[in-house]
C-alpha cells in the first residue's frame, strides 16, 4: 500500500483549481460578439461559467483549508465526529472534511 503525501496532495490541488479559476475568469472577461444572437447563447455559457467558478473556488477553499488543518495536527479527522477519516477517502480526496459516515449525514 502507498501512503499518499497530503501536503503533496492537496498543493497539487490548490494549483490546479488557482489554474482553472484563472482560466474561467479569463473566459468570463473576454468580449461579447455584437451579433445579437450570439450574444444570447455567450450570456448563456457566462452563467455556466459562473457556476463553474463558484464551484472551483469552493473546493480551492476547502483545499487552504485542509491545508490549515494538516498545519494544526487535526487534518485527517472527521470535522463532525472528530473519528479519523479513512485512509482510502483521504487518498481519493485529500480536502475531505468528513468521514464517510457524516458525509452521508451532510448529504
Same mark, same amino acid.
Given at each position: 500500500?502507498?501512503?499518499?503525501?497530503?501536503?503533496?496532495?492537496?498543493?497539487?490541488?490548490?494549483?490546479?483549481?488557482?489554474?482553472?479559476?484563472?482560466?474561467?475568469?479569463?473566459d468570463?472577461a473576454?468580449?461579447?460578439?455584437?451579433d445579437?444572437a450570439?450574444?444570447?447563447?455567450?450570456r448563456?455559457n457566462d452563467e455556466? $461559467? *459562473?457556476?463553474?467558478?463558484? *464551484?472551483? *473556488? %469552493?473546493a480551492l477553499?476547502r483545499a487552504? /483549508?485542509a491545508?490549515?488543518r494538516?498545519a494544526?495536527?487535526?487534518?485527517?479527522?472527521?470535522?463532525?465526529?472528530?473519528e479519523?477519516?479513512?485512509?482510502?477517502?483521504?487518498?481519493? $480526496?485529500p480536502?475531505?472534511?468528513?468521514?464517510?459516515?457524516?458525509?452521508? /449525514? %451532510?448529504?
Amino acid at each position: 500500500m502507498t501512503t499518499t503525501d497530503p501536503r503533496a496532495a492537496l498543493d497539487a490541488l490548490i494549483a490546479e483549481y488557482s489554474t482553472r479559476a484563472n482560466s474561467i475568469r479569463q473566459d468570463l472577461a473576454s468580449s461579447h460578439s455584437p451579433d445579437f444572437a450570439e450574444q444570447a447563447v455567450q450570456r448563456e455559457n457566462d452563467e455556466v $461559467l *459562473e457556476a463553474l467558478l463558484a *464551484e472551483t *473556488e %469552493a473546493a480551492l477553499r476547502r483545499a487552504g /483549508l485542509a491545508k490549515l488543518r494538516l498545519a494544526d495536527g487535526s487534518y485527517g479527522y472527521c470535522q463532525r465526529c472528530g473519528e479519523p477519516i479513512e485512509p482510502a477517502r483521504l487518498a481519493v $480526496l485529500p480536502a475531505a472534511e468528513y468521514c464517510l459516515g457524516c458525509a452521508d /449525514l %451532510a448529504h
